[in-house]
């Protein structure tokens, strides 16, 4: 069955600190991960990881994928208050809707 | 365009009453897919349409539960005789697909309280 586990549950850190997300998956014909932030409503798009090893970026964001060992991580550098939310990743089913793991909490204090 | 759309933004029903909710997705987009998020837990698919046919259903949709989307636009999500384990966030999201899904975007979602 597929399954995705993300890892920590859950992260409390200071501003400034830089933080590491993890994602792993099991999903039968694997194409794509999709990387979101969802703060009190939406998921809402970050990243869509295909090809190993390259890295996606996105100001203080980063992500990378490494379908060998079929996970992903998500970096957050000089994290802000703004930062806080929960981190979900999804790679597609085959048949194209999104399996979630339940997600890293994030809480960035000042 | 302002993305997908979702009504109303929170419902409060009484146990047994059914509800309806509406998702307007992103207009170009001929897919679109209903999730449904309890606290601590990531959004759970429950179905997805590629224009006006429903081509998925999760067998977490029990038969209280029905979706449709007429003429492939706004689809509507209804639960019939809700229960209070129904109390959930219930997602929308849509995308272009051809071949790969493009633009996955969201909604904000209806909260169902269900006392």
């Known amino acids: 069955e597929d399954k995705v586990v993300q890892s920590p549950l859950s992260l409390v850190v200071h501003e400034g600190d830089t933080v590491t997300l993890n994602c792993s998956y099991e999903v039968t014909n694997f194409r794509s991960l999709l990387w979101y932030k969802q703060e009190k409503k939406a998921p809402t798009f970050l990243f869509m990881l295909t090809s190993s090893g390259i890295e996606k970026k996105s100001g203080r964001l980063s992500s990378i994928l490494d379908k060998k060992e079929l996970f992903s991580i998500l970096n957050i550098t000089a994290t802000q208050t703004g930062d806080s939310a929960i981190y979900l990743c999804a790679p597609p089913h085959n048949t194209d809707k999104l399996i979630f793991g339940t997600g890293t909490r994030l809480q960035v204090f000042p | 365009d302002t993305g997908v759309s979702q009504n109303p933004r929170h419902k409060i029903t009484k146990r047994g009453q059914n509800v309806t909710f509406r998702c307007d997705p992103i207009s170009e987009h001929n897919r679109l897919y209903w999730y449904r998020q309890t606290l601590g837990q990531g959004p759970e698919f429950l179905t997805y349409f590629q224009n006006e046919a429903q081509l998925e259903k999760s067998r977490l949709l029990s038969d209280r539960f029905s979706a449709e989307r007429p003429k492939g636009s706004f689809s509507t999500l209804e639960i019939q005789r809700t229960e209070q384990g129904d109390s959930a966030m219930y997602l929308c999201?849509?995308?272009?697909?051809?071949?790969?899904?493009?633009?996955?975007?969201f909604g904000s979602g209806t909260r169902l309280t269900v006392v």
């Open positions: 999201a849509s995308s272009f697909y051809q071949g790969f899904s493009y633009g996955y975007t």
